[in-house]
């Protein structure tokens, strides 16, 4: 297969972790015959140095014409100072609605290598934590109107939360069509006990599932499932949840894996182009010195050999060979402990190639 990706290789360690996931691919086109050409899309701190913008014109339009975008991370301390509309993250929230990219797909997978990590007991950690949380990115409080006025004589705000069937209906496609690709399980997460949203929400996901009769539908209530995912998170394979919600405990399911630099996320529209990134930030704390762990941007790499190209077998190699690294005792500061070898950013993509 022949594929264009555009590039964003952000700021502060950003680079550098871009390095070794374009490796990584490199290598995995290599063993299957595939050809993938980068284009980079300037994005973030380093296009305002050189073209005075966050997200320049002409980064977008490689960005819509790709088949589709990875994202290392954008910022850092030189630009906290601009103002709101010129900041890196602004290019951010402008790609992902210049894309109208309306969920977030974010797994939550324990290495058991690296288990001591968890804040969870051992007990739980044991029986495996491997699920994703799609998340609605696009609607809900976050997009409603906001308002604040006078009520009674005090302030008074008020924050809508709305959703269309339409908007409903998309999300849970994303959903099933991803369990379909996993353990044929999706939780709808709701609170349509109080929220007439949420009413809506579950009665258009019971339809869409109608659609999806290899999948098992179940729904549990928001506040039943930030209890679940610390209690038993290997009850889950899909979560599919609205913006607020799926926003908190999508972070709540990437703590329990216990290790930043290594969990991917991905976003999508309507179509299979997406947009990949790592969850976490730039760090400028590290940028520079060859110690970032890359294999958050490695694995975003994989999700989109899976989800954008439908190169399952590919994804499954890059993922084999992240884990047989760890197996194998590699290491990089970030996640070093006793009677491991540590390893710069550099040499851990090195070692990921070799295992492809
Ligand atoms: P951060 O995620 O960059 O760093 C938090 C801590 O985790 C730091 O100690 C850092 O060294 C460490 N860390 C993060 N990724 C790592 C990796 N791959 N390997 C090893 N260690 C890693 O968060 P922050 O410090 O709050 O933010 C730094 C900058 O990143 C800010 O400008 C922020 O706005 C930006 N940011 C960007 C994105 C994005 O581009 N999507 C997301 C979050 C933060």
């Known amino acids: 297969m022949n594929k264009t990706i555009a590039i964003i290789r952000g700021d502060g360690i950003g680079p550098e972790i871009m390095d070794e996931a374009l490796n990584v691919l490199a290598a995995v086109a290599d063993k299957y015959g595939h050809v993938f050409t980068c284009v980079d899309a300037p994005m973030g701190g380093n296009a305002i140095d050189k073209f ?25 301390p030189k630009w906290d100072g601009m103002p709101k509309d010129k900041r890196p993250e602004r290019g951010l929230l402008n790609l992902r609605s210049g894309m109208g990219l309306f969920s977030n797909i974010r797994p939550a997978r324990i290495f058991p290598e690296l288990k001591d990590a968890s804040p969870l007991k051992p ?17 809900g409080a976050y997009f409603g109107e906001h308002t604040t006025t006078k009520r009674g004589g005090e302030d008074y705000a008020q924050d809508i939360m709305g959703y ?19 353990r044929k399980k999706v939780c709808s997460v709701d609170k ?22 290899d999948v098992e539908l179940s729904h549990m209530y928001v506040d039943n499932c930030a209890m679940q995912i610390v209690k038993d998170p290997s009850q889950f394979d899909v ?65 989109m050999l899976r989800f954008s190209f439908g190169m399952s077998e590919e994804a499954d190699a890059v993922e084999n060979a992240v884990n047989t690294a760890l ?30």
């Open 164 to 182: 269309s069937e339409h908007e409903i209906s998309r999300i849970a496609h994303v959903a099933f069509q991803t369990a379909q690709k996993r």
């Open 239 to 303: 979560i599919v949840t609205e913006n607020l919600f799926g926003d908190i405990l999508s972070d709540e399911a990437s703590e329990i894996t216990g290790s930043i630099g290594m969990i991917p996320s991905s976003s999508l529209g309507e179509g299979t182009r997406g947009l990949y990134e790592p969850i976490h930030g730039s760090a400028p704390d590290i940028a520079g010195k060859n110690a970032a762990n890359p294999i958050g941007m490695i694995l975003s790499a994989a999700m």
């Open 327 to 356: 197996r194998d005792g590699l290491r990089t500061g970030d996640m070093m402990s006793d009677g491991c070898t540590q390893l710069g950013c550099r040499e851990m993509g090195r070692a990921i190639c070799e295992r492809i």
């Open 192 to 213: 349509a006990n109080v929220l007439d949203s949420s009413k809506l929400w579950r009665r258009v996901v019971t339809e869409v599932a109608k659609q999806y009769p």
């Open 52 to 76: 005075g913008e966050p997200l320049p014109k002409d980064s977008l339009e490689t960005c819509l014409t790709a088949d589709s975008v990875l994202l290392s991370a954008v910022g850092g």
């Open 123 to 139: 007990s739980i950690v044991e029986r495996g934590i491997d699920f994703v949380v799609v998340r609605e990115l696009i609607g």
